[in-house]
């Protein structure tokens, strides 16, 4: 067995003025490739389980691993690297700059990793061709996002993860504004895309229908041991 290429033990995880933890997460190990759905009702923490596999928040304790480093070790600025060189992350609200073109959007990672820019070659024509293998028309490679539709904007999003072929792509809950059929195509493009690129993707959404895809499925309810908080 190879070693996992992201690893969680003993993760337990609150909100500052939280009482009781939201999440205890004993154990979680992925390996590369095994792309993973992760389904679970609205709040019950898929975002902040998120947050903590992309450092962006910290657990208070256990160990979040990812390609071998313990991310706890690593200072703040550190993590932030860490995050841009290695991951590739699509967002709930896809968080394109609207004041950029789409493939100036595609390209942000870059600018934030050497990583990244080195993988890509040639900026342009590397944005140009994933911009092309998710069949967006190249006359709206120069115009503002704001001028996409919204299926548009989000494979605009998947570009943007991909770019630079980054070890493991993130996903929070991309497929919630489209339709059955564009959902399906989304995630059958997602899918190749990340093949082509050898990452593996980690999924998260409310969605049980989605899971059918994926060769592992885990319920964030059955996975978190935290007590159940009574509301
Ligand atoms: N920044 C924050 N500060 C304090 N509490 C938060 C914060 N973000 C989320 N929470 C709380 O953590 C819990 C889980 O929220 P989270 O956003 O992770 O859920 P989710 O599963 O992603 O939901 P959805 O499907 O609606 O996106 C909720 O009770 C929420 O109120
Ligand atoms: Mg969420």
């Known amino acids: 067995m190879h070693n996992p290429i992201l690893q969680l033990k003993e993760v337990r995880f609150r909100w500052p003025k939280q009482s009781t933890d939201l999440l205890y997460i004993p154990h979680l190990s992925i390996q590369k490739g095994q792309h993973l759905f992760i389904q679970g009702p609205s709040g019950s923490g898929k975002t902040t389980l998120l947050n903590l596999l992309t450092g962006i928040n910290v657990p208070q304790s256990g160990s979040v691993t990812i390609l071998g480093n313990n991310l706890a070790q690593l200072s703040n600025m550190q993590r932030d690297q860490f995050r841009a060189d290695h991951l590739g992350v699509i967002f709930q609200q896809f968080n394109l700059l609207p004041y950029l073109s789409l493939v100036e959007n595609v390209l942000l990672p870059c600018g934030f990793s050497k990583r990244k820019k080195a993988n890509a070659s040639d900026l ?104 159940v908080l009574s509301t």
């Not at 919204?150 to 497929?175: K, S």
């Not at 998260?204 to 041991?225: G, M, T």
Request: hydrophobic share 40%; net charge negative.
């Open 124 to 227: 342009q024509v590397t944005a140009r061709d994933l911009l092309h293998q998710l069949n967006i028309p190249t006359d709206l490679f120069n115009k503002p996002v704001t001028q996409l539709s919204v299926g548009q904007q989000q494979r605009a999003a998947v570009a943007r993860a991909l770019i630079g072929n980054p070890e493991i792509v993130i996903a929070d809950e991309p497929t919630s504004a489209l339709d059955s059929n564009n959902r399906d195509r989304f995630l059958e493009l997602l899918f190749q895309e990340a093949d082509i690129h050898g990452s593996t993707l980690i999924f998260v959404s409310h969605d049980a229908q989605l899971a059918e895809r994926f060769p592992r499925l885990v319920s964030l309810p059955e996975l978190n041991q935290a007590p």
